[in-house]
């Protein structure tokens, strides 16, 4: 009988420090959300809906989510280390460049193109300002518009076109110059010939001097000028409108790279891009006095993107007004973003264009992602 009861002794005491030992492992609250933040990634991603993306998300600086879904290639899944095109978030880079050069004193806002360009364009007035390159109040006509641009570039994949030659396809202006706004690639075109003017060397050479570099921006790179180092997402496009993508990595050479030039030729991690909204908004890069120049929006009377200010866009998501850029590209789609209140930002990069449903899936994706994050916080 004593034996019985001893044993049944053992046994409830096991059970207790059982219960005990469950109650006490802690729940890892980080690992979820990101399975949950994961799960969203993987809703957007298949055959119909985003090839491949990487994500990488901060709060002040500190880098806390990473993501990736999808594929590369048939072969080889999109990992967090790979190079995308970033696209017209290179106009981020473009305009930190130029402020950065004005409040050097290098050059100013208020210079007309014709302080440091000779371009002999009819289609180009060089009374145009720096300010209004910028702000994308100058009223040209966007060069990839050109009817003749494009049978150059595929005609010739392997030679890169001069910037100054790309000056050529700037057709009519569309108003006068600070009557309004409306983008154009051209701006930034001309922007980047400035750039060089001013202080003599590359726009890849004054990039790498002035923000890569002291910002630790290693896997950022302007193919433009300089090789594209590490391993790069394959980019895929429906060329033919078929609604099916096709690799289009053999025709992303030297080209394609001129062609982009300052109005898009960034290519950078995830990672990377998100710092970079970091040290734009939330760093010391530029002072406040020249920030609060930058984030001076003109309403665009948008929901969603409603304004534009020096290189940057003003949109909502979760019903919060964020600052950065989006980018579209042969082969590529971006967003890069930072929320002035929580001090989050967020780049999420994609592999692919001209797909029907991938300029939504992108916008839901970081909205999405966002939602959660703010929840989370």
Not at 81 to 87: P, Y
Not at 199 to 204: I, L, P, S
Not at 217 to 229: D, M, Q, R, W
Not at 263 to 290: C, K, R, Y
């Amino acid at each position: 009988m004593k034996t019985i009861k001893v044993l049944i002794w053992i046994l409830l005491f096991v059970a207790c420090s059982s219960d005990e030992v469950k109650e006490d492992v802690p729940v890892d609250e980080e690992a979820i959300f990101l399975q949950e933040l994961q799960a969203v990634v993987d809703s957007k991603i298949g055959s119909d809906k985003l090839l491949g993306a990487s994500i990488s998300i901060r709060v002040d600086g500190e880098e806390r989510w990473k993501l990736q879904g999808g594929i590369s290639k048939s072969d080889t899944p999109i990992t967090a280390d790979m190079r995308f095109g970033i696209a017209s978030i290179t106009k981020t880079f473009v305009a930190a460049t130029v402020l950065k050069l004005a409040e050097e004193g290098s050059l100013s806002l208020d210079d007309p193109i014709s302080k440091w360009l000779s371009l002999n364009s009819p289609n180009i007035d060089e009374n145009i300002t720096v300010q209004q390159l910028l702000g994308h109040f100058a009223g040209l006509l966007g060069y990839f518009r050109h009817p003749d641009i494009w049978p150059r570039v595929e005609g010739n994949l392997t030679t890169a076109i001069p910037p100054i030659e790309l000056v050529d396809y700037v057709g009519e202006p569309v108003f006068n110059p600070g009557d309004r706004y409306e983008y154009s690639n051209s701006n930034y075109l001309v922007l980047g010939l400035i750039i060089e003017s001013a202080t003599q060397k590359t726009v890849g050479e004054v990039f790498r001097e002035k923000i890569f570099n002291p910002l630790q921006l290693g896997n950022s790179y302007f193919p433009a000028n300089e090789s594209l180092v590490g391993p790069v997402a394959t980019p895929w496009r429906d060329s033919n409108g078929d609604g099916t993508l096709q690799d289009i990595s053999d025709e992303f050479g030297p080209a394609y790279h001129s062609v982009f030039y300052t109005a898009a030729d960034v290519f950078s991690t995830a990672s990377d891009l998100s710092m970079w909204g970091q040290h734009l908004f939330n760093g010391s890069l530029l002072s406040q006095e020249t920030k609060n120049q930058m984030l001076n929006f003109t309403p665009l009377g948008d929901p969603i993107a409603t304004g534009y200010g020096l290189g940057v866009r003003e949109v909502t998501f979760v019903g919060r007004s964020l600052w950065g850029h989006t980018g579209g590209m042969r082969g590529y789609g971006s967003y890069m973003f930072y929320d002035p209140v929580s001090k989050v930002s967020i780049a999420m990069l994609n592999n692919q264009s001209r797909s029907q449903n991938g300029p939504l899936l992108r916008y839901e994706l970081v909205n999405e992602i966002l939602e959660k994050v703010f929840a989370h916080l």
